[in-house]
Structure formats: structure tokens, C-alpha cells
């Protein structure tokens, strides 16, 4: 399907308010979500079903060119295929006309990209990590969440209701008058409209194709390093000398008392699942009433917590977006910092992959620019005056102290700065900081890439488990690590037709 691309001098974005519904529009939104995921779990079982199929058939000893021809899987098949089921399937006759037809042009469309995302894996053709084939939504996870592209999806005059397709006229829980005031210009067009239930509210995200508005920053020739931590937030050192240091609110920190307490309150509750030592297996039953009274107690605690903090990453970002043409930040591996059981959950509180998603599209926005200093540039270790690169600097060690010059500062403040000069190499093509022949010795290798390989003993006849003596050498060989197949993926190793997606 081809990509929709917006007009010149215009760009797309999102406008998201908080929805007020009645508890009749609630149902109604629900309604909505659910057949969302009951059309998505009928594409997927659809598609599969010939799979199956021509699996069990080739067992027989079936032909190739005899076997049940495959199903499609793009959004026009399935869409077709869907339409001439949902009068007779059992699951979808008595309801299916309660809901408006994009609701269940939603799931088909997530099934098609789920399965093409899935194929473009299995050939190589798509970045990241591996996907596996899509499974079905659970109706007790899965996220509510209904797209409409078609029908009347307006904003109100009155900047209090927005209106949707079969759901009527609902009410804003915030002022809309940031997107009315546009539409109203004529400088605004809704695309679509996408609702959602997350923390604990209804949402609706509208995209509309804007004209751009030109907003240079305040001081569009500095450039500033973002240094960023757990005890400080962040450390912004520009290129002018001025530092800045921005404190970590640790808002779940904050409320961490409170959460232990309801958490044991909801745990002495009747819950949705019993879990039995001796079989190992977790049986679902039906929740009492007292404990969906403290669950939603406690995620009210949550979603205060994670309010909180999105509110001050985007207020940090669009400071310094604002104020800076160019940022210079880390490409910090979060993920591998989260294995550390002790400082974990102040990471994840300090949301530190956000900060670097939110400048750099906010860069973008007033025509600023991002650099993204390499993982394994010695930011820390570097001598932010004379350029000297620390062998080893711990991470309990919070003051930096050359050994040539003597300069004696703050470990995040020498990073920052050493950041910023990082920008002035990236532009100009100057400045110690950034000087890439600037190494660390490494006796221990240890600011090197985990490598790839292992060695591995041959077994040699006459010992047990290929044990050597030391005395003799030693045959290696290497052994290059190859993901191994998931069994719970779903991945049944089939092998498809060359115009619908797979090759082995």
C-alpha cells in the first residue's frame, strides 16, 4: 500500500485529548475496541488455516501443485475475505452490525502488517530483531484501541466534544481549541482518528496534515551536551561554558511507599488468577469485587507516576530544543543497564531512551540538529581539558582528576562538556574531544564489543568431555552463534510462496 505523503510545506502530526464518555459512549468504545480484536483474531486464523493445511497435506505425500492453494494476506484479501464471512461465521452474525466498519478494518489492517512485518524478517529485508509469526490477542491483555479513517471525524466548534463515526458527539476532558484553531484557518486537515483506553482514561489521537511553522531556537549557533543519569537527571554543558544540572524527580521513588501498600492489599484479594506450586500452572477464575476496587487503587497510584514523568521529559526536551540549535547526546544501551538488579528501577524511572526519542524529533521541528555520540566514545574518560583518555574509570568514582594537567571536576559535568565539544569535531571537523584517534589504552579490552564468538574443545578419544593435558595444544575451533528457533513463536518452519512473502 503506498505510503501517504503530505503536500509541500506541510507535515503530519498528532493532536491527542482526553475523552469524558458517558457510560453508555464507554460501551460503545469498548464495543469498538473488542471487534478490533476479534476481526484481527479471524485474519489470523484465516491465513493460517492454509498453512496448516498444506502441512498436513504434504505428509500425505500430496503433490506440490495439488496442495490447498495459499490464503493472502494483504489488507484488500483479507478485507474481501472477511466481508463474505461475517453473515454466516458464528462469531460475527449476531453482532457484527452493533459496530461501524472500521473497527474491524482495524484488526485486518494490523493483521497485514503483523504478518508482512513477520515476512520481511524471515527474508532478512527488515531491521531489528527477528519476528516471529502473529499469535493471537488475548481478551484479557490486549491494549483497547480503534482507528477510524472514513466517516464524520470532526472537532466541535464549541472546543469541548470531538465526533466519530457511529459513536457520536463525547465529550473533551481538555480543551480543544489548538486543533479547532487551525481547522478553523484552514492550515489543518484530520486524516484519521485513532481512540484508546491508556492509564486508566480514553484518549482519541487525531493525525492532521499541518502547514510548518518556522521556529528557530533561541540561540541557534550553540551547540550543548546532555549527559544523562539517575542521581542527576541530566548535566547540559554548551558551548558558550554555561553548565546546567537538572535534578531526577524519581516520581516513582516518591510513591513507592504507597504502591508496597496497596500492592499487599491487592494481593490479599480474590484475584483473576490462582497460581498452584505443585503443577506449576496458573489457573484463571473470576476476580472479586474488593480486589477490583484495590487494583484500581493502585493503578491510580501508577498512572499518577507515569503522568508525572512524561510531563517533565517533555518539558526538559522542549527547553532544550528550544533553546539550542544543536544537541549532542549518548546512544546509551538501556536495555543492558536494566540488567543491573540494583540500580534498575531508577533507570527505568529516569526514563533515559525517551529523553533521546523526544529531542530528536523536537530538533527537527525548529530546524535544529541531533548528534548521536557513539557508545563506545569515552565521554566520562576524557579530559575535557587537555584531551587525556582514562584506561579505567569506575562508576562509584564521581570526580574526574587528570593525571596531566590536573584538572579536578565533576565526572557528569567533564562528560557533558566533552559531549559538546564532540559537536564542534561533527560540524567543523575540530576539537580534542571529538578527535576519534584519541584512544583509551585498554589492558583488559574492556571499552571493546562483546565479541561474537567462543572456542569450544574438540573431543578427543580417550577422555571424558575432551578434557587436554595441559602439556599437549590445545584444538580449537570456532563456533559462530546462530539464533535457534522458538518453539513458542509459532514458527513451524513452512515455507511459502515466492509472491506471498517467505523464503527460507
Not at 495439488?66 to 460475527?92: G, Q, Y
Not at 536494566?338 to 527537527?364: P, V
Not at 579490552?445 to 567462543?454: L, P, V
Request: glycine residues 8%; contains cysteine; aromatic residues 6%.
Amino acid at each position: 500500500m503506498k505510503k501517504f505523503e503530505p503536500q509541500p510545506g506541510f507535515v503530519v502530526r498528532a493532536y491527542r485529548f482526553a475523552l469524558d464518555p458517558n457510560a453508555g459512549q464507554e460501551r460503545a468504545l469498548r464495543s469498538h475496541c473488542g471487534a478490533a480484536r476479534a476481526s484481527y483474531n479471524w485474519a489470523v486464523s484465516w491465513v493460517e488455516a492454509s498453512w496448516w493445511q498444506r502441512k498436513a497435506e504434504q505428509s500425505y505425500g500430496i503433490a506440490e501443485q495439488e496442495l490447498t492453494p495459499w490464503r493472502p494476506w494483504s489488507l484488500p484479501a483479507l478485507r474481501k475475505a472477511f466481508n463474505e464471512a461475517k453473515r454466516t461465521d458464528p462469531r460475527f452474525a449476531s453482532w457484527w452490525e452493533e459496530n461501524s466498519k472500521e473497527a474491524y478494518s482495524t484488526g485486518l489492517a494490523n493483521a497485514a502488517a503483523a504478518f508482512e512485518a513477520y515476512s520481511r524478517s524471515r527474508r532478512g529485508q527488515r531491521r531489528g530483531k527477528p519476528v516471529g509469526k502473529p499469535t493471537f490477542k488475548s481478551k484479557h491483555k490486549a491494549r483497547l484501541a480503534c482507528r477510524f479513517t472514513t466517516g464524520v471525524i470532526r472537532v466541535e466548534a464549541d472546543r469541548r466534544h470531538v465526533t466519530l463515526p457511529r459513536l457520536g458527539t463525547i465529550r473533551t476532558h481538555e480543551s480543544t481549541r489548538k486543533l479547532e484553531r487551525r481547522i478553523a484557518d484552514g492550515t489543518a486537515r484530520i486524516l484519521s482518528a485513532t481512540v484508546r483506553q491508556e492509564r486508566g482514561r480514553w484518549f482519541v489521537a487525531f493525525q492532521v496534515e499541518v502547514g510548518k511553522t518556522e521556529r528557530a531556537p533561541v540561540r541557534p549557533d550553540v551547540a550543548v551536551g546532555v549527559d544523562l543519569g539517575v542521581k542527576c537527571l541530566a548535566v547540559l554543558a554548551d558551548s558558550a561554558g554555561q553548565v546546567r544540572y537538572v535534578p531526577g524527580p524519581r516520581h516513582h521513588d516518591s510513591a513507592l511507599k504507597q504502591l508496597k501498600r496497596l500492592s499487599r492489599r491487592v494481593s490479599r484479594r480474590q484475584g483473576p488468577a490462582v497460581y498452584d506450586p505443585v503443577t506449576g500452572k496458573t489457573t484463571r477464575r473470576e476476580p472479586s469485587k474488593r480486589w477490583r476496587q484495590a487494583d484500581a487503587e493502585r493503578n491510580k497510584v501508577h498512572h499518577r507516576v507515569a503522568n508525572l514523568r512524561t510531563d517533565a521529559l517533555h518539558k526538559l526536551t522542549t527547553g532544550i530544543t528550544a533553546e539550542y540549535g544543536t544537541v549532542v547526546v549518548e546512544d546509551l544501551n538501556v536495555a543492558g543497564m536494566l540488567g543491573n538488579r540494583r540500580l534498575a528501577r531508577k533507570i527505568a524511572d529516569a526514563g533515559l531512551a525517551e529523553i533521546r526519542r523526544q529531542i530528536t524529533y523536537k530538533t527537527g521541528w525548529r530546524g535544529g540538529a541531533t548528534v548521536v555520540a557513539d557508545r563506545w566514545y569515552p565521554s566520562s574518560k576524557t579530559c575535557s581539558n587537555c584531551g587525556e583518555v582514562k584506561a579505567k574509570l569506575p562508576l562509584r568514582v564521581r570526580v574526574f582528576t587528570c593525571d596531566t594537567c590536573g584538572l579536578v571536576i565533576d565526572r557528569d559535568e567533564n562528560a557533558a562538556t566533552n559531549l559538546a565539544a564532540l559537536a564542534a569535531n561533527v560540524i567543523m571537523g575540530t576539537g580534542v574531544a571529538g578527535d576519534p584517534d584519541a584512544q583509551a589504552s585498554k589492558p583488559r579490552g574492556a571499552d571493546q564489543k562483546t565479541r561474537a564468538t567462543r572456542t569450544r574443545r574438540k573431543t578427543e578419544a580417550g577422555r571424558a568431555g575432551g578434557a587436554v593435558p595441559q602439556h599437549s595444544g590445545r584444538k580449537r575451533e570456532t563456533v559462530i552463534r546462530t539464533p535457534k528457533r522458538n518453539p513458542r513463536s509459532g514458527d513451524t518452519g513452512t515455507d511459502l510462496p515466492d509472491g506471498n512473502v517467505l523464503e527460507r
